[in-house]
């Protein structure tokens, strides 16, 4: 008996934390815990859950619902009150409350009215319940802790985990919270997040343990004393400062984002990492870029409100009019002779006549049709969800709102993410240029492979050189399948990762670093080189170098980067000028196709000139101050005088259906914006392939280092394109802005920017951070007054959904958040063209039918009414029974217009489909 109390308890216990405690959290979350709210942030004790449980930590919950228990009710009311027709309903049941003056029994219209407030909020309901269960399955997500003092793994709840508890995380596991990682199980420290579901970018960020705690065991950690003191949460992703004290250390340790793992991210290139929870729930990076889910009206819902108001009018008018005829028939000789004249004074009989006539003709506006509106539009979601042409894989589409189906057809603009929801995150070394000559037939499937085994010993050593080059001149970490034992990249850019796999399929294979021994397996022979020196890659220098010294002693610099940048370095050699030549045709038919490209070129150091650019370099590399701008003055200086290798070409493949969507959207009068957090020739490249941009475009880079030089550019631009050389269909206007450019621009430059855009037919936004995702779709909304779609697959993607018109999410590999916070959820960007331009159409034309019918049916049906008070002496006489009335509009005539609503069809899908209508 006791063992079946004990697991009666456990399930309830497990069903209380899996539906009560979420629901508890939610409705509890204070508003001091939003960014900007509080004056500090409480001192972080590592391993005292106890003392740490005593401070102002919020728990680790996100939700993307509209209601909680506490305010479904009054939010469901205020919501119905913004209906046009719920507020003349309740005004029409308080008069037939007044037994004095209305002559309808109260009870039909108080029926009427309950039943509308009833089936919204059952719908209302069901759609945030579907919310609510999905944030719930991830708020319950099982994750790791350590137990403080034993050093024990323990399984916990993901909403149970606390700021100050000890994390542990596998690799390739999602990180529950924002947490300091203080061990991973490389003995370097070192590992890598992917943060995709936070800024849409795939490439790794390296972060690294605390260097006081690597290498400690579990038991180690889980007995530290300490306290970590941070900064107020904030929603910058890539900002953290804080510091460290521990028991046994003379000095704190200084902490910044290179030892954050964010909640959301992904944990690569390590076993295990063990960090202690610095932020949770709404008060974690993710959490504070997140927006509560808005309520959303649709344009059609705006519209009906006005066509209440127009028939409104009408009502008042002729409540008015046979008012005043009743006055004159009563006061008439023959009402007189009768002894039907007026009995009370004659400005109360007129009120109160009044009232009864505009209870007796409410009628007009008709009590069925937001009950109508409200049951179609559910089902027509369901049709949304059903439709087996928006589903790949196992995938298919969610309707999470039905407010919205007509909405679709009226879309201005779409606002899209780039990575992973315009492409599949699948880069592929596509083509290459060696030597002056292109190699575009299989390059990806190792083609290239055999032409340099059949090359003569002129050519070979140049395809040898270019594919050592793609192969080691990068920051890529080997690692390897658990049960092939096959080496695998991961690459802090997609870039560098296709090229290693380019390299590797055609025979040059990078096995991986030994501190600076870089190991290559180059065409069957294993080679060791010596990595003297590393410059990096930065969005300024747009470039990256290595300098190797080979098994025979050799020194050499391989370089790789942007054409326009490697061109300026090339030395001015006759074979240079040459093989350039050549070599920009090829970067011509490359970026026509779309294709990622980036120029290769070496030179060769003396010893002489190797130690004395060293000796200065390791000067700069120990200096306090200054030192990013002396490195990159020494870097500058070594990067000259490049002999040209060849160039590569690599695809960033789109999803399936992207270009022909994109081109279908345009002809249908939707503007396509693309905002993204990656660099801007990365932007460029896919708004080339996805036919966002076309090679007849003139395309205007809007780049400003100061509000004053974005404003000046800006009033050029316009100038030049606009007035002087107004938009004509050969050649259209497109524009590219960067994130920095955009922050002046939505602070002091907002008129001017779309006095440019509007004329543009396609826009991207590059390095833009989430919350200024958001900005640019309020800033065209409301600049423009335009209808605006956001569709996104990253929790990056969550404010930019939430603050369009309509959200769309894609299902995609970046996590749920987006498809969580969205109104639909598809499983590919091509799904979007059929559901605006087939369900938004039929939906649009559908309700559009349902109002149109309602209000003729009502208004034919009992403007009779009118008619009869001729021969009722305009006594407010009702011609119907009370009962009569309200059955007409919810039970005769439902049917007809509900199957209307549901299957009219004024063309079929192939001709929408081939027209774009």
């Keep these: 008996m006791d063992d079946q109390a004990g697991e009666r308890i456990a399930s309830f216990q497990k069903f209380r934390g899996a539906v009560k405690g979420p629901l508890r959290l939610r409705a509890s979350v204070p508003a001091r815990h939003r960014e900007g709210n509080r004056n500090g942030y409480p001192v972080i004790d590592i391993n005292e859950p106890r003392m740490n449980s005593e401070k102002d930590f919020p728990e680790n919950s996100l939700y993307t619902t509209k209601y909680t228990l506490w305010s479904f009710l009054p939010k469901v009311l205020i919501e119905q009150c913004r209906k046009a027709t719920s507020m003349f309903f309740i005004v029409v049941v308080i008069i037939t409350c007044i037994p004095q003056i209305s002559p309808v029994s109260p009870y039909t219209s108080i029926s009427g009215l309950v039943f509308i407030l009833a089936v919204s909020a059952v719908r209302e309901a069901y759609e945030d319940w579907l919310r609510f269960r999905a944030d719930v399955k991830v708020n319950n997500k099982p994750f790791t802790t350590i137990e403080p003092g034993t050093g024990q793994k323990k399984r916990t709840l993901s909403y149970r985990i606390k700021v100050g508890h000890l994390v542990y995380v596998d690799s390739g596991s999602r990180v529950p919270v924002d947490m300091v990682i203080l061990a991973t199980s490389n003995a370097s420290g070192v590992a890598f997040m992917e943060t995709a579901p936070l800024d849409g970018e795939t490439n790794l960020k390296p972060v690294k343990a605390v260097a006081a705690t690597q290498g400690k065991t579990l038991l180690d950690i889980a007995s530290l004393r300490g306290s970590i003191v941070a900064e107020a949460p904030n929603h910058k992703l890539y900002q953290f400062r804080g510091s460290l004290e521990l028991e046994g250390e003379p000095e704190p340790i200084s902490l910044d984002e290179k030892q954050l793992l964010l909640m959301g991210s992904f944990l690569k290139n390590t076993a295990w990492a063990v960090g202690v929870c610095i932020y949770a729930g709404p008060e974690t990076k993710l959490g504070l870029n997140l927006k509560p889910p808005p309520s959303k009206f649709s344009q059609l819902d705006r519209k009906l409100n006005k066509y209440v108001f127009s028939i409104f009018a009408l009502d008042m008018a002729l409540c008015t009019a046979m008012t005043v005829l009743n006055h004159f028939f009563e006061t008439s000789d023959a009402a007189v002779a009768l002894g039907i004249g007026q009995k009370d004074p004659p400005i109360l009989r007129s009120i109160g006549l009044f009232f009864s006539y505009f209870a007796l003709l409410n009628y007009l506006i008709p009590l069925s049709l937001v009950v109508t509106l409200d049951c179609v539009r559910f089902i027509q979601a369901q049709f949304i969800t059903w439709d087996a042409k928006m589903t790949h894989g196992d995938k298919h589409c969610i309707a999470k709102t039905s407010n919205l189906n007509d909405e679709l057809a009226l879309v201005d603009y779409i606002f899209s993410d780039k990575t992973g929801t315009l492409t599949e995150n699948l880069m592929i070394f596509k083509s290459c240029s060696v030597a002056g000559q292109m190699y575009s037939d299989g390059p990806e499937s190792g083609s290239l492979q055999d032409v340099v085994l059949e090359a003569d010993q002129a050519v070979r050593p140049k395809l040898e050189l270019f594919l050592l080059a793609m192969s080691v001149c990068n920051s890529v970490q080997v690692d390897h399948d658990p049960v092939t034992d096959a080496v695998i990249y991961k690459a802090a850019s997609p870039d560098e990762e296709a090229l290693c796999n380019g390299a590797r399929t055609n025979g040059v294979i990078f096995l991986g670093r030994e501190g600076t021994r870089l190991n290559v397996d180059v065409l069957g022979q294993p080679k060791v080189f010596e990595l003297l020196a590393?410059?990096?890659?930065?969005?300024?220098?747009?470039?990256?170098?290595?300098?190797?010294?080979?098994?025979?002693?050799?020194?050499?610099?391989?370089?790789?980067?942007?054409?326009?940048?490697?061109?300026?370095?090339?030395?001015?050699?006759?074979?240079?000028?040459?093989?350039?030549?050549?070599?920009?045709?090829?970067?011509?038919?490359?970026?026509?196709?779309?294709?990622?490209?980036?120029?290769?070129?070496?030179?060769?150091?003396?010893?002489?000139?190797?130690?004395?650019?060293?000796?200065?370099?390791?000067?700069?590399?120990?200096?306090?101050?200054?030192?990013?701008?002396?490195?990159?003055?020494?870097?500058?200086?070594?990067?000259r005088e490049l002999v040209l290798i060849g160039a590569t070409a690599i695809e960033d493949k789109l999803q399936a259906g992207v270009p022909h969507a994109i081109q279908n959207l345009r002809r249908a009068g939707i503007k396509v914006w693309v905002i993204t957090g990656?660099?801007?020739?990365?932007?460029?490249?896919?708004?080339?392939?996805?036919?966002?941009?076309a090679p007849h475009m003139h395309v205007l880079k809007i780049n400003g280092s100061s509000s004053d030089e974005t404003g000046a550019l800006l009033e050029s631009l316009i100038q030049d394109y606009i007035h002087a050389r107004p938009l004509s269909r050969t050649h259209p206007l497109a524009a590219v802005v960067d994130g920095k450019t955009l922050s002046f621009i939505l602070a002091d430059h907002k008129e001017c920017f779309l006095s440019l855009v509007r004329n543009c037919v396609s826009v991207i936004c590059n390095r833009v951070t989430p919350l200024q995702k958001a900005e640019v779709v309020k800033l065209v909304a409301e600049g423009e007054d335009a209808v605006t779609l956001s569709i996104g697959d990253g929790g990056n993607d969550v404010p930019m959904i939430q603050q369009a018109h309509i959200g769309v999410g894609i299902q995609g590999r970046e996590g749920n958040q987006a498809a969580r916070a969205a109104d639909f959820a598809v499983p590919q960007f091509r799904h979007v063209e059929r559901l605006l331009t087939v369900h938004g159409r039929y939906c649009l034309m559908r309700n559009t039918k349902i109002i149109y019918y309602s209000f003729y049916k009502n208004i034919a049906t009992f403007m009779t009414q009118i008619w009869f008070s001729i021969f009722s002496g305009f006594s407010s006489q009702t011609l119907f029974d009370d009962w009569v009335m309200t059955a007409f509009n919810m039970v005769f005539t439902a049917a007809p217009i509900g199957f209307l609503g549901m299957f009219e069809k004024d063309l079929v899908e192939t001709i929408i489909s081939r027209v774009r209508l």
């Design 534 to 639: 590393e410059m990096e890659f930065s969005s300024d220098r747009r470039r990256m170098s290595v300098i190797l010294r080979a098994e025979d002693g050799q020194i050499i610099l391989l370089c790789k980067g942007a054409d326009s940048i490697i061109m300026d370095r090339l030395a001015d050699t006759e074979s240079n000028r040459d093989l350039l030549g050549v070599t920009s045709a090829h970067l011509d038919t490359f970026s026509q196709q779309g294709l990622r490209t980036l120029l290769l070129g070496y030179r060769v150091l003396s010893d002489e000139e190797w130690l004395k650019w060293r000796s200065k370099w390791v000067v700069a590399s120990n200096l306090i101050h200054g030192r990013e701008a002396a490195l990159e003055t020494l870097s500058d200086s070594v990067e």
């Design 678 to 693: 990656d660099k801007q020739e990365t932007a460029i490249n896919i708004g080339y392939s996805s036919r966002l941009l």
